[in-house]
């Protein structure tokens, strides 16, 4: 059994344990917690056996599953699936922190729930085997779909129901497209033998348009997006956060893995489209975004603004713009979930999201005041921070490609701004005004140490991005040469390509 | 020192540009290292040291000068343009972005401008913020806005001086709404950051063309290439990177949140919004002049905007009442005349007048701010009168700020603008010199008319109000400026060719073969006294208006009115333009797409009757407390999971 495999099952195991325990109360949140946290190490320790100069899929675990029909339990990373990996592993701790006080009912249920997210998130990355994907990126409906359903708020059975139907039909569409590339490949559920299957063009397209759907209810990409606001407002916190932080990621890293490199002439030929597409994303969010009057749904309509820009760059099919764009993956987990995490907080002194409740709290909370404006300039990209780093790349390799795609979604940085800044504006600024503003307490220890670890990690990666984009970006490479676009070649690699040629 | 020629700019200019990691150049990092450090230090221990933090940053800016007049020996002994390896930010397929340093002439001169007017207003602002609660805070601000301009003005590759570049937009919002219990202020704050972000659009799309031109984001690389852009890229690249300049330097159209900027403490409008950010645009626009050199109809527009800027902010502030606001608009007037001169071909000329403007305007803010600080913060120049006796150190600093800007020899002003003025009418724009030359009479009309108001006359504040002279360390830096103002210009550049002039050549593009021919026959000798002549023109205006006849009269507002007053008076209603199309109809855009996802999209997608049938089968079940039994099936299912997975390990 390898690191990958134990990575994985940190979690099931903790879950297990939960499941022993006859009480809720303290105990099942230190084992909650400590499971997390071995499942961060655990994934960090990846890192090492890790080569960064083999852009394949690397660190093989495989167990023949179920031999009748060639399904095997195979797991695998590249520098894709590690990123978002270790971008998962990050975050599961901070929110079971982050709910460490706030969640009294059925305790045990509800943190279960979280590991075996994780658990199935952590195989939707690294599974190699389509039919195991599959399972995987069914399964974390199941937990998700209870976390909305049992914690969530007021209307939350409707927003639950509505989140698992959409994703379930959209999954559907893909299994078919998956039995259907099975039989291609002669019976067989391995990534390899389905990516040499050779298919024609119709088939391509219409394979593609399956996965495609699949993974756009997941981006979420216009117009499918609708799911995404309910299922935020009414997620309990750590929910809001695996939702956007992580769960939001399983859409464009599918596209990525499965329907580019399985497909490469119909994703030549639709990519113009979904170009389109996420440029009207990105604009749409945005705008739809400045008109809510409830923080989470502004937030969520961010993400729809921001997802965009991720599909931007994968469409783009370039190394900046398709590396920046797992970059970006990367960076709006973090800040996004950052911003649902200070929601929570801020909801549970609260109890409302309602953006007209507040007014001046900067004069009140200043720390909570201060993490919100970090966390929104790196939400809106602000250089410096992690945002930006992911964005500029993009929008610089979509405007090679696409001059009209990049300029129109450059505007989304206004607007962002314009959102972002006229949300804290009306929270946090101006005068101090009413009993409840003026009693709200600013964040404790415990929420400052759940946000410190974001915050540091935002501005780390702001401003010394390169460790992350050496990561991703070989296995980017790879997938562009699948697709068969030509893969630019940094500069030094040129130089060394002239020296070679003397 | 170690030289070693790089190879990784072009051929013509490889041999000049000289890397080093030695001497002061080595650790030229350190200028914007420090204050981003102290930034951090004073915000972490101000609750701790209270007013005593300021300490940690006045002396970091200190030590930053210092520095920086090193690094300027240092290339002055050795001119050239030197290059510090850094460490790569961005490197990601053939875009590669490092923190390299660029040292050459033009950064001295901003160095010595950002380094040496921050430190005089870091000084300043101890007296002046005295007993604000948020003390400490302001003074972590004013580090990071230290931090943010040295880094745009040392960056080498365009994408560090953006990030420097926003990052002095995030401290400009930080301190405008510096008191943000005021809804105005931090309204104002809002929107200066706003406006700058449709500036910085602009920017960016220079810089996605700037790479798509040349395969570089380096400010060398582009230099370097710059002869090889089409003409019609360069045209492009040029106007999008004016785009960028005008919001950052207040610019028609994007000018509007420069006066509202000064909702921000008065220490903040003399370095930010006076001496040093605003000028950005302009640092940015002469730094790539031998790209604007490649298209001289690109030119040609930029020198409209300024003139048009310079013309029009100035007969707004004509009419403004407000102690800063005149100051606000004069300083987007300022910021025409150097736009302007970059238009016409007169790069040097604009740097020169970004070096007195930076003198002299930092020095009549921050004479508001004495000002205000005597007169219990009002700000209504009626309202003053008769400073000169009460604040003698002031009213002295403030005569000669005055005289500077209004173009009167020998001070700082005087020289710098006449000498933009004469090369617009060498290089044939006789127009832009006309209108130039109408912009400097209104100049020195609206600041007598400041002047007089405030200093000259009786009193017109009521007897609740004791104005008295500032502390030291406000007056301090007063005479400081004052003196910059007085011999700056005669220390400059006395004569058109003089040391700045010929300092700053190897750093702006050539204008040789952009054909310039003189507007008529005018010579200097004819030019330099018709300005004067403006200058004296303006001030005698006002001097008859306010003098002789308002001060006299003992009138506490403005007598004229009419349908041209107001105009002047309601800022010819850009705001309220601006207000229409963006707030008003942007805003019913904006709806309308609310409604349509609302209804028509989210709608279409969830069939009414679907929905509420399946809802209740299922929240009848999540009701009934099935719940529990989902979280066993769900363990149980992993269980069994687990359980095939660990059974194929062990066989």
Redo the contacts between chains.
């Keep these: 059994m390898g690191l990958l495999t134990i990575t994985l099952l940190i979690p099931v195991f903790g879950a297990l344990v939960l499941a022993m325990l006859d009480r809720d109360g303290r105990t099942p949140k230190v084992v909650a917690l400590v499971a997390s946290l071995a499942t961060f190490a655990a994934s960090l320790a990846l890192l090492v056996p890790f080569d960064l100069g083999d852009p394949g899929l690397q660190l093989t675990d495989r167990l023949v599953w179920i031999p009748a029909i060639g399904a095997d339990i195979a797991l695998a990373v590249d520098g894709t699936s590690l990123a978002l990996i270790l971008l998962t592993t990050f975050l599961t701790p901070l929110i079971i922190l982050a709910s460490w006080d706030t969640i009294t009912d059925r305790v045990r249920g509800y943190l279960a729930a979280f590991l075996l997210l994780e658990a199935a998130v952590i195989g939707v990355f690294a599974a190699t085997d389509l039919l195991l994907f599959y399972i995987f990126f069914e399964f974390t409906l199941v937990p998700m779909y209870l976390i909305i359903g049992i914690w969530g708020g007021a209307a939350r059975k409707a927003a639950a129901v509505k989140f698992f139907l959409y994703t379930l039909l959209g999954g559907l569409l893909m299994l078919v497209a998956i039995l259907y590339l099975y039989g291609q490949a002669g019976g067989s559920f391995a990534y390899e033998d389905v990516l040499a299957v050779s298919l024609s063009a119709t088939e391509q397209r219409w394979l593609f348009a399956a996965f495609l759907i699949a993974f756009a209810v997941k981006v979420p990409l216009f117009p499918v997006h609708t799911w995404l606001p309910d299922a935020h407002t009414e997620a309990p916190t750590g929910g809001s956060v695996f939702l956007a932080g992580v769960l939001l990621k399983l859409g464009t890293f599918g596209l990525l893995r499965y329907a580019l490199p399985f497909f490469p002439e119909a994703t030549r030929e639709f990519a113009p489209w979904l170009l389109a597409i996420a440029v009207v994303g990105i604009l749409y969010g945005a705008v739809v975004a400045l008109m809510q009057a409830d923080i989470k749904r502004l937030i969520a309509y961010s993400s729809v603004s921001h997802m965009g820009f991720v599909v931007l760059g994968t469409f783009a099919l370039t190394t900046t713009a398709t590396s920046a764009s797992v970059v970006q993956m990367v960076n709006h987990g973090l800040s996004t979930g950052a911003l649902f995490l200070l929601v929570g907080f801020l909801y549970e002194r609260r109890h409302t999201r309602q953006i007209a409740a507040f007014g001046g709290l900067a004069k009140r909370i200043p720390v909570m005041a201060g993490l919100w404006l970090v966390v929104s300039l790196s939400s809106l990209a602000l250089p410096g921070l992690n945002g930006f780093v992911g964005e500029f790349p993009i929008l610089l390799g979509a405007f090679q490609v696409n001059r009209t795609a990049g300029v129109l979604a450059a505007f989304g940085a206004v607007l962002a701004a314009l959102y972002l800044l006229w949300a804290y504006q009306r929270m946090f600024h101006g005068p101090l005004e009413g009993a409840d503003n003026e009693n709200t307490a600013d964040l404790g220890a415990r929420e400052i140490g759940v946000l410190a670890p974001l915050v540091v990690v935002i501005v780390a990666i702001g401003l010394y991005p390169k460790p992350l984009y050496d990561l991703v970006e070989p296995s980017v490479d790879r997938v562009l040469a699948e697709v068969g676009v030509e893969v630019e070649l940094a500069e030094d690699e040129l130089a060394v390509d002239e020296e070679d040629e003397r | 020192m170690s030289l070693a020629v790089t190879s990784s700019v072009g051929q013509h200019l490889a041999s000049e540009v000289i890397q080093t990691t030695t001497g002061m150049m080595g650790i030229a990092w350190l200028i914007p290292l420090l204050p981003l450090l102290g930034f951090v230090l004073v915000l972490g221990t101000g609750k701790r040291l209270g007013e005593r933090s300021a300490l940690i940053a006045v002396g970091i800016s200190g030590v930053v000068f210092l520095l920086s007049l090193g690094v300027t020996a240092e290339l002055l002994t050795d001119p050239g343009t030197y290059v510090r390896p850094m460490?790569?930010?961005?490197?990601?397929?053939?875009?590669?972005v490092t923190y390299d340093l660029l040292i050459d002439q033009l950064t001295v001169v901003m160095l010595l401008v950002v380094t040496g007017v921050g430190f005089l207003i870091h000084v300043y602002s101890i007296g002046y913020m005295h007993g604000d609660a948020r003390y400490p805070r302001f003074f972590a601000y004013l580090n990071l806005f230290l931090a943010s301009m040295l880094i745009l003005v040392l960056g080498q590759n365009l994408?560090v001086l953006?990030?420097g570049w926003?990052?002095v937009g995030?401290s400009s919002y930080l301190l405008i709404?510096f008191w943000?219990?005021?809804?105005e202020y931090?309204?104002a704050?809002?929107k200066a950051?706003?406006t700058n972000?449709?500036g910085?659009?602009s920017f960016?799309?220079a810089?996605?063309?700037t790479?798509?031109a040349v395969g570089t984001l380096d400010v060398l690389g582009l230099v370097e290439q710059a002869e090889t852009i089409a003409s019609g890229t360069a045209f492009a690249l040029v106007l999008l990177f004016l785009g960028g300049a005008a919001a950052k330097s207040a610019q028609i159209p994007l000018y509007v949140w420069l006066p509202d900027a000064m909702a921000g403490p008065t220490p903040v409008s003399a370095l930010i919004h006076a001496a040093t950010m605003v000028t950005a645009g302009v640092y940015l626009l002469v730094r790539l002049s031998p790209v604007l050199v490649m298209s001289l109809p690109a030119m040609e527009i930029i020198a409209y905007i300024g003139v048009f800027t310079a013309l029009l902010a100035a007969l707004i502030a004509v009419r403004q009442d407000d102690i800063k606001k005149i100051l606000a608009y004069s300083t987007v007037s300022q910021l025409g005349f150097m736009v302007l001169a970059i238009g016409v071909g007169a790069f040097r000329e604009s740097i020169f007048h970004l070096v007195t403007h930076a003198f002299f305007k930092g020095l009549l803010f921050l004479v508001a701010g004495s000002v205000m600080h005597a007169m219990a913060n009002r700000t209504d120049v009626w309202r003053m009168g008769g400073l000169r006796k009460a604040m003698p150190i002031t009213f002295w600093t403030a005569l000669v700020g005055w005289l500077a800007i209004s173009g009167v020899p020998p001070f700082a002003g005087f020289f710098s603008k006449d000498q933009i003025l004469t090369e617009a009418y060498f290089h044939g724009y006789g127009a832009i010199w006309v209108l130039g030359l109408a912009a400097a009479v209104l100049t020195a009309f609206y600041m007598s008319r400041w002047f007089f108001l405030i200093f000259l006359g009786e009193p017109r504040y009521g007897a609740d109000v004791h104005p008295h002279e500032s502390p030291r360390t406000m007056t301090v830096p007063l005479i400081v400026l004052a003196a910059l103002s007085t011999v700056g210009g005669l220390a400059l550049n006395a004569v058109h060719t003089g040391p700045l002039y010929r300092f700053l050549e190897p750093t702006v593009g050539p204008i040789d073969e952009l054909g310039y021919e003189p507007a008529g026959p005018l010579t200097e000798a004819v030019l330099i006294p018709l300005a004067v002549v403006a200058a004296a023109v303006g001030i005698g205006l006002a001097y008859l208006a306010y003098v002789r006849r308002d001060l006299s009269l003992g009138r506490v507002a403005e007598p004229i009115k009419g349908a041209g007053a107001e105009l002047l008076e309601r800022r010819f209603f850009v705001d309220e333009l601006y207000e229409a199309i963006f707030v008003r109809a942007g805003g019913r855009?904006?709806?309308g797409?609310?409604w349509f996802?609302a209804r028509v999209?989210?709608g279409a997608?969830?069939g009414s009757g679907v929905?509420s049938l399946?809802?209740g089968r299922?929240?009848r079940r999540?009701?009934t407390g099935l719940?529990?039994g989902?979280?066993g099936w769900?363990?149980l299912g992993?269980?069994a999971?687990?359980g095939?997975?660990v059974v194929?390990?062990v066989r």
């Design positions: 460490p790569a930010w961005i490197a990601v397929g053939p875009l590669t994408l953006f990030l926003e990052l995030l709404g943000f219990e005021n809804r931090a309204v704050a809002k950051f706003i972000r449709v910085d659009v960016m799309v810089l996605f063309l790479f798509a855009l904006a709806r797409v609310t996802d999209v989210d997608v969830v929905a399946a809802t299922i929240v999540v009701q719940t529990r989902y979280v769900l363990l992993s269980l999971v687990v095939v997975m194929q390990v």
